[in-house]
């Protein structure tokens, strides 16, 4: 299934402050110091400085396809652009393709080569054009239920929990709760700390959970999500629940890929539907 970037929570400013750029599982740095600028026209966004090279890859370091690119110049006074794709395959081969913006036009344009598939890292050379829309495949969702061997109980017997690669623990014995509301579970105790890792060595990109106050009593619930790479870099938000309400909620921070552990600080809230990619 396709996957679009479209770069709406890129760090602001032009420049803005310097750093990888990280959404969907992938990783996006620049040659010119990793400094961004946005919005430029159309909505899009570019890198600080031109010529620029803009070089994509996996968090995790596996492979994807790539789809297409929307580019556009800046202003109209800008005359035709050259952008050249080269992409790295798995298996060492290259294959690298050229596409020019039309002259003194804004206007968004596509370009989709073909064959650019099984990529380790893609470098795309920019002259002066903004970009959007980075449309990909390769990084595979998946969803932890919490309805497969579940510790059953409330509280249940003290157990870490294991499910598609993942290893779930929490911050009161590790001790569980299931039958909530929704079908949702939780920790026996709150506020609590859960914290979910993945094997040894490995990395996943968490992409979305969903919570929900355990009854229409409890008031607005905070929770905490912190991410830790590999580096030791850290990456961090916050969520509320409304108050009064059990209505699912769904919480998809971007930029949380390539994570070592994440760390989510619990209120009285329960919890399913946990999504990655790794």
């Not at 110049?73 to 035709?80: E, G, L, S, V």
């Not at 059953?152 to 779930?168: D, K, M, R």
Request: proline share 9%; hydrophobic share 35%.
């Amino acid at each position: 299934m396709a996957n679009t970037i479209t770069f709406q929570d890129i760090p602001s400013g032009c420049p803005s402050a310097p750093g990888p750029y990280r959404s969907g599982g992938l990783v996006f740095t620049n040659s010119v110091g990793n400094a961004w600028c946005s919005p430029f026209i159309n909505g899009f966004v570019g890198t600080y400085g031109s010529p620029s090279q803009l070089f994509v890859s996996r968090d995790d370091g596996g492979v994807f396809d790539f789809g297409s690119l929307q580019v556009c110049n800046p202003n109209t006074a800008i005359p035709p652009q050259t952008t050249t794709f080269t992409g790295t395959r798995a298996d060492g081969t290259s294959v690298s393709a050229q596409f020019s913006t039309p002259n003194a036009s804004t206007a968004p344009q596509t370009f989709a080569p073909a064959g650019f598939d099984d990529l380790t890292s893609l470098v795309v050379s920019l002259g002066f054009v903004a970009f959007d829309n980075f449309v990909f495949e390769g990084v595979a969702a998946k969803t932890v239920t919490f309805n497969q061997d579940f510790p059953p109980g409330c509280p249940s017997i003290a157990t870490a929990y294991t499910s598609q690669g993942l290893t779930f623990t929490n911050s009161v014995g590790n001790k569980w709760c299931s039958g909530f509301i929704n079908g949702f579970v939780g920790t026996f105790g709150s506020p609590s700390t859960m914290t979910v890792k993945p094997a040894a060595g490995h990395k996943f990109d968490f992409r979305s959970l969903q919570m929900c106050n355990p009854n229409p009593a409890i008031t607005a619930q905070a929770i905490e999500f912190t991410g830790t790479r590999p580096d030791g870099s850290t990456i961090s938000a916050v969520f509320s629940t409304p108050p009064n309400n059990t209505s699912p909620q769904t919480f998809a921070p971007a930029g949380f890929g390539g994570l070592a552990s994440l760390t989510i600080v619990l209120g009285f809230v329960a919890f399913d539907n946990f999504v990655f990619a790794d």
